[in-house]
């Protein structure tokens, strides 16, 4: 799939867009548990302890938005009547019928054999009220459901009986569609292919699928109209297992499936009428993509490159005039729907909206929907560089976050210098200098752009290898900057590439010439060595940075596959947002892994050799990480345990690495990634018991 370089960004326009509608995640909880509480309220009211309600559909899914006005679907059922799959499963009590699927019954359907009242016996030849013989004889329950009541209009849409209200409020007619179906505790046998299917990528999980299955299925009144005996025919209705998958849909599902509904509302049913296409078809698409595609691809930036898979995956369906139903694959819902020319103009027409590259999304009216994403993009949707320059605008922070640390580092080398001699308070002070600066804080660009580059070629399936040259180049370039931090990158780059030689060979060279650590207070003996230097031997400002100083090594988000697994869960440490401000990015890092240079000089060594199995120099560079978290001032503590906790479980001692986690976390309560390395040390544990057991 050719997908356009504005697709990301339009993607995560669109999510904030979806955001100011009904479609939010608190919105979204907050419905289904009302309707969860409407459901057993309906059921005691109405009930009376012989049946349950239950409520289906868009409202209950919260899949749907006031511009849609979706209806309500309302089941009900009785527990004094049962359906079985086979007879050796009857109880005396309830009213039994047995499924039968012969011949000439169609894929997930039914029809329903009485069972005798006293022993689990099908019944021959007897024809009561709502009980009707088959072609073979056999006593089958009449799919005769109806409701009538002077109070409503009543409409038939397939097993449902539509009400509509004419008492509403505010001149609206409020309408509801209600069946009365039968319930079956029991698996159907012609749909345990779904429970024993290969999933490559785990949805649903296993925990998921048994809770579905025994959940059981409902059958409506409803048959094949194709059938001869469409009069006897039950259709099999998986309605509690589809509300639990879409319950447990991601953000990015749940707003896909929603954009889906709005386009087949309002571009496919305005040309092709209300019976072709249906949010089920959609669902149905939306579980089998679901399915059949990593995890990975289900994320905020991706989101129009999900609905338009969506879109080829029913163009396929249509194209092939079968659309699988999802539990009962051999049940073709495109039956009696899509078939001759409505086929073919269907076919053009999804091909049309493939064709327009996102700008169908413009046209959606629900909601104020298209005008927003409109508005957000600006102009119509063309190629948009906005997500470059929010990664300029982020990388310039780090620059800056760099100039401060030099500017902080000078200002108290000013004050200590002039004390000592006039002549030296002029020369730091110099244009000159700041010219040297300016080259120092280009160097440091350098590295954070490879880094950046690194990270966008590595998470592709397929490694980018002439963007990875780039970036390559970039890291050597800003390996420059300072004493360790542009270097301290580069020797990452390596250790993911797995080159540990040259990744070891980076690191011994910035440990034999580690000098000084910038931190929020520079000691008189670490002042006197820098002036003595700028003095006496009449370095540059270029040099001292260079050669004298190092600075926090600092990872975005966008650097997340360029950045090492323990320092990741730094970026999440915290649910807030960045704002804007360079005094939050500087001070609480919400969004960034920042961490000190010999701390991750030390975690690096360690990783290195834990990949090549050196025990001896492993302990080493661990008991180096503790010598420095005991003895010298660190601006980022709490990283630093954190990294050595990942460090001692990644050798084994859980017990040592909870404890410096429990130090993290007394540390800095909040804001701390600690929280994450807990939770994946508890599971780790729960792994290394169930070895045990």
Known sequence: MDVPDYYDVVSVRLIKVLDTTELTERIRWKRIEMWTQVEELLTVAWCDNKGKFHIFGSQTEATTTAGLRSDLDVLSYSILETVLEDLQSWKPGPVAYLMIMDDNTPPGYVKLQQVYANIPLPVYNLQTEGIMLDRNGRSSLYNNNLYLKPDFFVEHHGPAIT???????????????????????????????????????????????????????????????????????????????????????????????????????????????????????????????????????????????CIELCLMKMCNWIEECNCPNYFIPAENMFLDKVNGPVERNLSDMLHDLLRQKGRYLTMIPYDGIGQKLNIACQS????????????????????????????????????????????????????????????????????????????????????????????????????????????LKLATFYHLQNNVILAEKILQNIKNNYTVLVSNVLTEEIKDYIIFRIVNENISATDVVRYLLAFPVPYLPSEMYCTPKALIPEMFRSTGTWQGSLDLCLDHWQEWAVVDPKIYLYFLQHQCYHQQNKITHKMVALNNMIWVIRHEQLKYKDTALNL????????????????????????????NAAKWHIARLVNAAFKWLGGIN
């Open 163 to 305: 009400f509509t209200d004419r008492l509403s409020e505010n001149g609206i007619c409020q309408s509801y569609d209600t069946v009365r179906a039968l319930r079956s505790h029991s698996w159907p046998s012609i749909a345990s292919e779904w429970i024993t299917r290969h999933r490559k990528h785990n949805w649903p999980s296993t925990e998921t699928i048994a809770s579905i299955q025994q959940s059981g299925i409902f059958v409506v009144p409803v048959g094949d109209k194709l059938s001869l005996e469409k009069h006897l025919e039950w259709r099999i209705s998986f309605s509690y297992g589809e509300k639990i998958l879409v319950w447990l849909l991601n953000p990015t599902q749940y707003k896909c499936y929603a954009i889906l509904k709005m386009i087949n509302k309002y571009l496919i049913k305005k040309r092709f009428g209300e019976k072709v296409l249906t949010s089920y078809h959609w669902k149905t698409c939306m579980f089998y993509m679901i399915e059949t595609t990593p995890s990975v691809l289900w994320q905020p930036q991706n989101l129009l490159r």
């Open 380 to 487: 119509p949707i063309t190629p948009i560089n906005d997500e470059k320059n929010d990664i300029t605008r982020y990388m310039m922070l780090v620059t800056m976050m760099n100039l401060v640390n030099i500017r902080t580092t000078w200002f108290k080398l000013l004050r200590y210098g002039v004390q000592i001699t006039s002549p030296l308070f002029k020369r730091l002070s110099s244009h000159a200098v700041r010219q040297e600066i300016r080259t120092i804080l280009q160097i440091f660009y350098c590295s954070n752009i490879g880094s950046h580059l690194a990270s966008q070629c590595l998470k592709q399936q397929t490694v980018d290898q002439v963007g990875l040259n780039m970036a390559y180049e970039f890291l050597l370039l800003g390996s420059a900057s300072d004493v360790a931090s542009g270097k």
């Open 644 to 671: 050595l906790a990942f460090c001692l479980k990644e050798d084994g001692s859980l017990i040592q690495s909870y404890t410096v986690l429990s130090m993290s976390m007394k540390l800095k309560n909040h804001h």
